[in-house]
């Protein structure tokens, strides 16, 4: 009896539990349907893991051969890049076999420096930086140093600037050359040094030679007025070949780069903004600025006149130390920063991203962590975009990264997967005139060709990258399109080539040279 008294119930419990752990499967599954039916990653996009990185990087330059050469600090996230350098290999994953880390033997602390790469080699070219005067850091050096990314050696040059310059910008120049703004001179130090800045420019010729812009001194427009205008001062060729100047305290410039130099000041003016608030070249001769209380403004250069001022509206969070990249389809990613400074209280993990078409800003992915003073961001040849690093100083040192995937990347069905990519079998491997006809062919018939500027990003500013639509004809899997008009609109250097699908999914890019 009292054995099969004991059964039945056992039975029972057993069915019973088998039928409630089936329907909990059941429902279990279904909401991972649902889940997935649910995601917004076609909309705003998705972050990857957050993954490690051997230096914090505070500095970041896009190499001809898709590599990422970056720099800033030590292995352990302090200060100074007088040690090492750092090179990353996308293709080969985030993983630790990914990076090279080297040795500096230059003797020049990169820290803080300027940046942009030399168009007809492709080398990295790195101006300034910091220096070490009674152990106290953040003063500043002249050095020129030169990254060749053949033998992934760092080169300090023989031929010096002539002024000393911490936080400086260096442009590349429709004729190859490289003008060089701002920085800080000499840090005060009591009783030894004063607080001074570089006010004076200088332009780097192909051969390494420098001249000086004696004749366009400006403390406002890159000197100590101007709201600090010498930290990273925000310069880009403009459509006339000069440089456009767009100072923190919304004061604007053109800078002719001739002989000794002739600097102009335009009569319009926009809002104020902040040196650790991101501005980026979108579209030819057209500018955004992200400027104080959440504004964003469009700055057109596009005519001889005055520069032309518009409203891009209201982010919704505000990104001090946040980026601003450029994305294969010409949006603008914010992401970073914080409303409280370089600090964690106002940190902001949501990234916003701005549509040019609509002038809209909508809701991005969500980041893991912060991303503050010395963070980057940077976009790589397969369509996605690397960001990184922050500290030193700051509240985290962020020996580390994540990936985002930009929602053109996605599937339209809602179910978060990535989407099938077109391939490039064909585009030219040779140097591309300007308004010159090429070719492209890809697996699949193209639809939209786009032409991005390989990026060199630093302390919230990429000053290298600007974007094209190439128009095409008719669509195929072969195309004709042609390279933008002339060199003042894009300056000679490397572009990553982008085709797109029907389903508006871009290839990874190939790298092409124009010169």
Known sequence: MFKLFLSAPRTWCLKYFISVLVLFLSIHAVSNLALAAASEAHLKGKFGPLHDWPIIPLSMMLMPDGRVFAYGTDTDGNQGAKLHYVIWNPPAGTGAEAFKVLPNTTNTDTFCAGQALIPNTGH??????????????????????????????????????????????????????????????????????????????????????????????????????????????????NPQGNLFILAH??????????????????????????????????????????????????????????????????????????????????????????????????????????????????????????????????????GTVFTGGGGAPGPLKQLNGEIYYPPYLFKT?????????????????????????????????????????????THTFDHETRFFNLPISQTGKIVTVKSPRTAKVAPPGFYLLFVWNAEGVPSVAKIIQIG
Do not use: C
């Open 413 to 457: 069905d809602e179910s978060g997967q990535l989407a099938f990519r077109p391939e490039i079998i064909d585009a030219p491997t040779t140097v591309i005139g300007w308004n010159q006809s090429f070719s492209i062919e890809s697996d699949e018939s193209i639809t939209r060709v786009t032409l991005v500027r390989v990026g060199a990003a």
């Open 124 to 237: 990295a070219l790195i101006v300034g930086g910091d220096a070490v005067v009674n152990n106290k850091r953040n003063y500043a050096n002249n050095d020129v140093n030169i990254f060749d990314p053949t033998t992934d050696t760092l080169i300090r040059q023989t031929k010096s600037m002539a002024f000393k310059r911490w936080y400086a910008t260096a442009v590349t120049l429709p004729n190859g050359e490289h003008a060089v703004l701002g920085g800080r001179d000499d840090k005060f130090l009591e009783g030894v040094t004063e607080d001074t800045y570089s006010s004076t420019p200088e332009v780097r010729s192909i051969n390494g030679s420098w001249r000086v812009l004696s004749s366009a001194t400006s403390s406002i427009a890159y000197g100590e007025l101007g709201g600090a205008s010498w930290y990273y001062p925000r310069a880009w060729v």
């Open 249 to 382: 305290n919304g004061a604007m410039f053109k800078l002719d780069t001739r002989g000794t130099g002739t600097l102009t000041k335009y009569a319009t003016k926009t809002s104020s903004s902040r040196t650790i608030l991101p501005s980026v070249m979108y579209a030819p001769g057209r500018i955004l600025s992200i400027r104080r209380d959440r504004s964003a403004v469009i700055v057109n250069i596009n005519g001889t006149g005055e520069p032309v001022l518009s409203s891009a509206g209201l982010l919704a969070k505000d990104h001090q130390h946040g980026s601003a990249t450029v994305l294969a389809d010409g949006q603008v990613w914010v992401n970073g920063g914080s409303s409280t400074g370089n600090t964690l209280d106002g940190r902001v993990l949501e990234s916003e991203l701005w549509n040019p078409k609509t002038n809209r800003w909508t809701v991005a992915a969500s980041a893991t962590t912060a991303r503050l003073y010395h963070s980057t961001s940077l976009l790589l040849p397969d």
